[in-house]
T-cell receptor
Framework: GAVVSQHPSRVICKSGTSVKIECRSL??????MFWYRQFPKQSLMLMAT?????????EQGVEKDKFLINHASLTLSTLTVTSAHPEDSSFYIC??????????????FGPGTRLTVT | AQSVTQPDIHITVSEGASLELRCNYS??????LFWYVQSPGQGLQLLLK??????LVQGIKGFEAEFKRSQSSFNLRKPSVHWSDAAEYFC?????????????FGSGTRLSIRP
């Protein structure tokens, strides 16, 4: 149980276009999902916290107009990178937290999406 | 604000040897601590976590970690490593035990295994 999927796993896009990445909790409901960014050989940096039915909370330094987050249901959050540029190329990882308090609010991580902007 | 330090960027150990990866945290209250492993190009897998209770925590794949409040440490250990343990290891701390908590990651330690 507690599986999180991401789609696509890899995407290549041209500079100036937008890309949408989906994060789904497959077998549990998640009122909160998180989006992380990871550069090569570096750690995960939290970009934003996504709450179902409300606006996402962005970390300092993250452009909310560039990284659009939508959390329309208890099992799906999307990250859209708008007007992508080569410096947006990175590995994007989402995580989802169960709503059930008995689950100790543990986060489950998706497999990541490799974005390459040419 | 909470933070995590992993002082070792890269460690190489021989297969069958013991392993200890260091992690120090900074947090004013009782920390909630995690160790994750990431294989190249993959997502994260939780090895173990500490919320409260016994300070020696057992995890998957033969890993264990010990919480030492006096040293603000949560070091990961394994008595005998296998070639398949080669990966990136992240220590992490959560800001609390509630729906509002966030997980902050250390910079990671890359583990290489010498045949």
């Amino acid at each position: 149980g507690a599986v999180v999927s991401q789609h696509p796993s890899r995407v290549i896009c041209k500079s100036g276009t937008s890309v949408k990445i989906e994060c789904r909790s497959l077998d549990f409901q998640a009122t909160t999902m998180f989006w992380y960014r990871q550069f090569p050989k570096q750690s995960l940096m939290l970009m934003a916290t996504s709450n179902e039915g409300s606006k996402a909370t962005y970390e300092q330094g993250v452009e909310k107009d560039k990284f659009l987050i939508n959390h329309a249901s208890l099992t799906l959050s999307t990250l859209t990178v708008t007007s992508a540029h080569p410096e947006d190329s990175s590995f994007y990882i989402c995580s989802a937290r169960q709503t059930d308090p008995l689950s100790s609010y543990e986060q489950y991580f998706g497999p990541g999406t490799r974005l390459t902007v040419t | 604000a909470q933070s995590v330090t992993q002082p070792d960027i890269h460690i190489t150990v021989s297969e069958g040897a013991s392993l200890e990866l260091r992690c120090n945290y900074s947090y004013g209250a009782t920390p909630y601590l995690f160790w994750y492993v990431q294989s190249p190009g993959q997502g994260l897998q939780l090895l173990l976590k500490y919320f409260s209770g016994d300070t020696l925590v057992q995890g998957i794949k033969g890993f264990e970690a010990e919480f030492k409040r006096s040293q603000s440490s949560f070091n990961l250990r394994k008595p005998s490593v296998h070639w398949s343990d080669a990966a990136e290891y992240f220590c992490a701390v959560a800001s609390g035990y509630s729906s509002a908590s966030k997980i902050i990651f250390g910079s990671g330690t890359r583990l290489s295994i010498r045949p």
